[in-house]
């Protein structure tokens, strides 16, 4: 059976009740992708503890573009954006499919902007290196959802709200980025656990609002004090949050997990809305 069969049976037995979480992700280092580590393991318990998707949607910090594309090959290529790590990091490769009918498909939701169907992209380290914890059998269609630069949280925000039909037909949107995420200020010395205070302050105003359902204090994060602007130096690892928050339905919990800082000024506090 082929990948667009699989989808359309799948999300044929779905009732629109049958919502997929959402998923925010802290991805950290490109490391953790080859590593077996606390986060690494709580992505792959998370990926177990829900159902299993038709297909995943990623958000992800690392595909910055004007304007909105989505990935709409068949064979999404591994990219490995990044530099100054192990050859190990280099050499994998996460083969999972595409699905060109459900990027159009996602396209045709968003109606407040047009949106690309790109071929040149693929699978960048914000995407991959989570999902190969959560799916290691590659099985799975993963397509990706580009930021687009030129626009702010609001706007973010309620794009995501367009996307809430996927819930209903086993996608899993998931936002691949860090709310603390500052790594001109890095601390070699706290790599394996540790913030400063202003990191660590601005993360407990950031899951304060989560759980509170405060969405308008996360959008107008600049707003938030002086630790919030150290915190967030550039929107692009926090905006993935604007997907998983937008697409939180009236009565639906926040969770968290994967809640440590490391480095100093980075958090890998993840979040699950269901």
Known sequence: MN????????????????????????????????????????????AKSIPQPAAVLVVSAHWFTL?????????????????????????????????????????????????????????????????????????????????????????????????????GKGVLILGSGNMVHNLRMLSWEMMN??????????SEKFKSAILNHDHQALIKFEQMGSDVRLAVPTPEHYLPLMYTLGLQQPGEQAFLFNDKAVGGSLTMTSVKVA
């Not at 069969?5 to 919502?19: C, H, I």
């Not at 050499?91 to 790109?118: H, M, R």
């Not at 656990?193 to 990191?199: E, K, L």
């Open 3 to 46: 990948t667009l069969q699989q989808f359309k049976t799948f999300t044929s037995n779905l009732s629109q009740s049958d919502l997929m979480p959402v998923l925010f992700m802290g991805h950290g280092s490109p490391m953790n992708g080859i590593e077996v580590n606390e986060f690494s393991n709580g992505w792959a318990t998370m």
């Open 67 to 167: 304007g909105t594309k989505i990935t709409a090959m068949d064979f999404p290529p591994t990219i490995h954006d990044f530099g100054g790590f192990p050859q190990a990091l280099f050499d994998v490769q996460y083969p999972a499919p595409g699905n060109p009918e459900l990027a159009k498909e996602t396209a045709g939701l968003i109606a407040s902007t047009s949106v690309a169907l790109d071929h040149d992209w693929g699978l960048d380290h914000g995407a991959w290196t989570v999902i190969r914890h959560m799916y290691p059998n590659a099985d799975i269609p993963v397509l990706q959802l580009s930021i687009d630069f030129s626009k702010g949280a609001q706007y973010h925000y309620d794009l995501a709200k367009e996307l809430s039909a996927l819930r």
């Open 193 to 202: 656990g540790g913030g400063y205070d202003w990191a660590l302050e601005a």
